[in-house]
Nanobody, 121 residues
Framework: QVQLVESGGGLVQPGGSLRLSCAASGRPFDDYAMAWFRQAPGKERELVAAINWSGTKKVYGRSFEGRSTISRDNPKNLLYLRMDSLKAEDTAVYYC??????????????WGRGTQVTVSW
C-alpha cells in the first residue's frame, strides 16, 4: 500500500509559478512510476505529467508541455511539479498518483487527497 500526501498549493497570481510536492510512504519509492493530475471545477480530471521510476522518462499532457516540469527525489521519497506562467484556467485541485509498475502507464491505484491551487489576483 502507498500513501501520498500533496503540499504546496495555495493562491498564486496570474503569470506566477507554483511548486507542488508529494510525499510518498508505504513502499519503496523507486519501485513505481508517478504522476500529477488535476481537476478543475466542472471538468474531468486530466493528466499534467508522469515520470518513470528513475526520473529518466517524462510525459506531459498537451496543455502543460513547455511550462511544466515533473521531477522526483527517490532518496527523499518526494515527487515534485513545477508549473510556470500560470493562468486562471490552471485553478484546480492537483493530485499526485502512483502506479504499481516502474514504467509510466495508465493505471493509477494510489492517490493523494489533492491540494488546491487558485490562480487569481
Amino acid at each position: 500500500q502507498v500513501q501520498l500526501v500533496e503540499s504546496g498549493g495555495g493562491l498564486v497570481q496570474p503569470g506566477g509559478s507554483l511548486r507542488l510536492s508529494c510525499a510518498a510512504s508505504g513502499r519503496p519509492f523507486d519501485d513505481y512510476a508517478m504522476a500529477w493530475f488535476r481537476q478543475a471545477p466542472g471538468k474531468e480530471r486530466e493528466l499534467v505529467a508522469a515520470i518513470n521510476w528513475s526520473g529518466t522518462k517524462k510525459v506531459y499532457g498537451r496543455s502543460f508541455e513547455g511550462r511544466s516540469t515533473i521531477s522526483r527525489d527517490n532518496p527523499k521519497n518526494l515527487l515534485y511539479l513545477r508549473m510556470d506562467s500560470l493562468k486562471a484556467e490552471d485553478t484546480a485541485v492537483y493530485y499526485c498518483a502512483g502506479t504499481e509498475t516502474p514504467n509510466i502507464g495508465n493505471h493509477y491505484p494510489y492517490w493523494g487527497r489533492g491540494t488546491q491551487v487558485t490562480v487569481s489576483w
